[in-house]
């Protein structure tokens, strides 16, 4: 019987381990407002992946760049990452009292070029870019000089 629970045990916590490592397998990307929404109750900074549907580049990022181990486990850990379509008029939401379409959203950022990596630091007030193409080295690299920049005088 004591044999019998045990190995049930060790079953129930490869089971918990599977599913913890599954969690990790991509970025946890999130719409602009549920971010807003995650932000208000848990402050991280905003990584926010300005692309358009015809934007090689943009494909080139999410196929290799954003399915390396060490680029997701960084963004899921220290950002609510968004996917905000920079030509998408149709869907729409609410930002500091104003409503907004995607393409809206990425023009107030000032986005122009594609794909555009916007940071907002936890109290939405404060915007940085990163743009173009970079492998997962390049990719992290930048984020950190970005952060330090743009950032670090900010409380």
């Not at 019998?4 to 060790?10: C, N, R």
């Not at 899921?76 to 393409?103: H, P």
């Not at 939405?124 to 990719?139: E, H, K, S, V």
């Amino acid at each position: 019987m004591i044999r019998k629970l045990k190995y049930l045990f060790v079953l129930c916590l490869l089971v918990l381990v599977s599913f913890s490592l599954q969690a990790q397998d991509k970025i946890t990307w999130m719409k602009f407002e549920e971010a807003i929404a995650a932000n208000a109750k848990d402050p991280k900074m905003l990584l926010v992946d300005v692309y358009t549907d015809w934007c090689g580049w943009c494909k080139k990022m999410d196929k290799e760049t954003f399915t390396d181990e060490k680029v997701i486990a960084h963004i899921n850990q220290n950002y609510y990452a968004v996917k905000l379509n920079a030509e998408d008029t149709k869907r729409t939401f609410e930002f500091m009292g104003k409503k907004y379409n995607e393409a809206e959203m990425a023009a107030a950022m000032r986005v122009r070029s594609y794909p555009n990596f916007v940071v907002i630091e936890p109290k939405l007030q404060n915007i940085a870019q990163l743009p173009g193409y970079r492998t997962p080295d390049q990719f992290l690299a930048g984020l950190d000089e970005l952060i330090d920049k743009a950032f670090k005088n900010t409380p």
